[in-house]
């Protein structure tokens, strides 16, 4: 009898348990935290100067109507995409994907995480600790579900990826992109 299912279940009650605490992932649930001082500030300067928090004007360069995004994504894509859905944990192809390539937005293809930046950080989505570039995701300060997270977007189409939080893993930057795979395509390198 294989343990990975028990594990990932329980791995995944831990996380939501964090989640609905207003905490994010324990260093225990999944690996090592970095020192404080390692750790970026998404308070900072230099962050606040790089959100968008106004969806309202449509500050996005690639703009559909809402029938043409459903007939284009389908019903998952779009609900995570387009509706600010999360995809269950442990369901993406993506999060066990460790080829090398770019990770690209479903929604219109821009190039938003390079592989080498991935890393397993054992929550159930595709994590990464940093984008291709600083303007290629947009970070929008998320209010929803009792807690403030800061919420990642496309910064060409406006589609919802997921999360980015400051609790370190031991990356070089100290921030875990926590992405959903139902909003990445997948462009491997060419060798």
Known sequence: MSLKPIYQTIKTVVYFLCVLGGLSMAPSACSQSAPKEERRSLDSPENKKNMTINHNNNPFSIVKTEAEWREQLGPEAYRVLREKGTERPFTSPFETEWEAGIYVCKGCGT?????????DAGCGW????????KTAVKEIVDKTHGMTRTEVVCAACGGHLGHVFNDGYGQPTGLRYCINGVSLGFKKKEE
């Open 111 to 119: 190039e938003l995480f390079e592989s080498k930046t991935k890393f």
């Open 126 to 133: 595709p994590s990464f600790y940093q984008a291709v570039d």
